[in-house]
């Protein structure tokens, strides 16, 4: 029989995270993400139950946002244009 490590076959970028590993990660306090979670504005996962979150899909989401501004930078933008 031949044992396969587990951890050699994955890539950082396929970690998961909690509360606490992603709050330290995007530098928020663990209740901020779970109101976040709440309102569905983070793409979470439930494993049995419990919360958890991509590193991949977090920092796709990330790019995604800064895409994308929002309606007040875009205010603020014109702002100082005008």
């Keep these: 029989m031949v044992l396969i490590e587990p951890a050699a076959s994955v890539s950082a970028?396929?970690?998961v995270?909690?509360?606490k590993g992603l709050a330290v990660y995007l530098k928020l306090s663990p209740g901020t993400l779970r109101h976040k979670v709440m309102?569905?504005?983070?793409?979470f996962i439930k494993i049995d139950g419990a919360v958890r979150f991509s590193k991949k899909v977090i920092d796709a989401w990330l790019e995604e946002k800064l895409k994308k501004p929002n309606k007040k930078q875009l205010l603020d933008d014109s702002e100082v244009i005008a």
């Excluded at 309102?39 to 793409?43: A, D, K, L, S, T």
């Design 13 to 15: 970028a396929d970690e």
């Design 39 to 43: 309102r569905n504005e983070i793409p």
């Design 17 to 19: 995270m909690n509360y």
